[in-house]
């Protein structure tokens, strides 16, 4: 308990807020790189998944390909392109890895958001006279943007709590205060960015739930709340 107790009063010290390892500006740094990878690897893996579930092919490459990345230690990972790309190239070498760690949810999220959507539905909108891309950009895309909400929550959660090891090639982040503070034995310190590094991710996670919840079409959520007050009064009903 005492060390929870320094661990707060490390926060809250007036110095977190000055110098150039301020609180501040760790927290900048650590969002920064994980919105700059998270764009990056959404930009790779959104459109790849879409062509996968809305053609139906290469599904079993994107397994393959998501379950090899998910197997490279993001560590080690880092450390190794440091080294390929020379100490000049740290931020480059940092972001690559983030964004290899978020491709696979990304791409699982886009393609099995199309794959989930009722092909009766789909088959509806071209009996409508709907062209191939009306039916992806009108049909598909929205159908299937709460799956691929998802995939892009699980992938800042990895991100956020991955750029944590960005401090061990120096380029700052809320993970600074952890890597300083373990070879120095304070484990207040320690303790204090860890708490930032959680919260950041509770924080972010919350966000993302509400707009994964705003994802669902309208006319969804009517269904779905429809559905669920039949079952409450088929429920109540059995019971009295």
Same mark, same amino acid.
């Given at each position: 308990?005492?060390?929870?107790?320094?661990?707060?009063?490390?926060?809250?010290?007036?110095?977190?807020?000055? /110098?150039? &390892?301020?609180?501040?500006?760790?927290?900048?740094?650590?969002? &920064? &790189?994980?919105?700059?990878?998270?764009?990056?690897?959404?930009?790779?893996?959104?459109?790849?998944?879409?062509? #996968?579930?809305?053609?139906?092919?290469?599904?079993?490459?994107?397994?393959?390909?998501?379950?090899?990345?998910?197997?490279?230690?993001?560590?080690?990972?880092?450390?190794?392109?440091?080294?390929?790309?020379?100490?000049?190239?740290?931020?480059? @070498?940092?972001?690559?890895?983030?964004?290899?760690? @978020?491709?696979?949810?990304?791409?699982?999220?886009?393609?099995?958001?199309?794959?989930?959507?009722?092909?009766?539905?789909?088959?509806?909108?071209?009996?409508?006279?709907?062209?191939?891309?009306?039916?992806?950009?009108?049909?598909?895309? =929205?159908?299937?943007?709460?799956?691929?909400?998802?995939?892009?929550? @699980?992938?800042?959660?990895?991100? #956020?709590?991955?750029?944590?090891?960005?401090?061990?090639?120096?380029?700052?982040?809320?993970?600074?205060?952890?890597?300083? /503070? #373990? =070879?120095?034995?304070?484990?207040?310190?320690?303790?204090? /960015?860890?708490?930032?590094?959680?919260?950041?991710?509770?924080?972010?996670?919350?966000?993302?739930?509400?707009?994964?919840?705003?994802?669902?079409?309208? /006319? #969804?959520?009517?269904?779905?709340?429809?559905?669920?007050?039949?079952?409450?009064?088929?429920?109540?009903?059995?019971?009295?």
């Amino acid at each position: 308990m005492n060390l929870f107790a320094d661990a707060l009063a490390w926060l809250f010290s007036p110095e977190r807020l000055e /110098g150039p &390892y301020s609180l501040p500006i760790l927290l900048g740094q650590h969002l &920064y &790189y994980t919105i700059v990878s998270l764009l990056i690897a959404a930009a790779i893996a959104v459109p790849a998944g879409w062509i #996968i579930g809305h053609t139906g092919r290469g599904r079993e490459i994107a397994v393959a390909i998501s379950g090899a990345a998910r197997a490279i230690p993001s560590f080690g990972l880092m450390i190794l392109l440091v080294l390929l790309l020379g100490v000049l190239r740290v931020p480059e @070498a940092a972001v690559i890895t983030f964004v290899v760690l @978020a491709i696979p949810s990304l791409l699982a999220g886009a393609y099995t958001g199309l794959e989930a959507i009722d092909r009766r539905t789909v088959d509806a909108a071209r009996a409508m006279g709907m062209t191939a891309w009306q039916v992806f950009w009108k049909v598909e895309v =929205p159908l299937g943007m709460p799956l691929l909400v998802g995939g892009i929550r @699980a992938a800042l959660l990895q991100v #956020i709590a991955t750029v944590t090891i960005a401090a061990y090639v120096n380029l700052g982040g809320l993970g600074w205060p952890i890597i300083q /503070g #373990i =070879p120095l034995q304070r484990f207040d310190q320690v303790l204090g /960015g860890a708490i930032l590094v959680a919260l950041l991710a509770l924080i972010a996670d919350l966000l993302m739930a509400l707009a994964q919840h705003a994802a669902v079409p309208a /006319g #969804i959520r009517v269904q779905q709340t429809a559905r669920t007050g039949r079952r409450a009064r088929a429920a109540a009903s059995a019971t009295a």
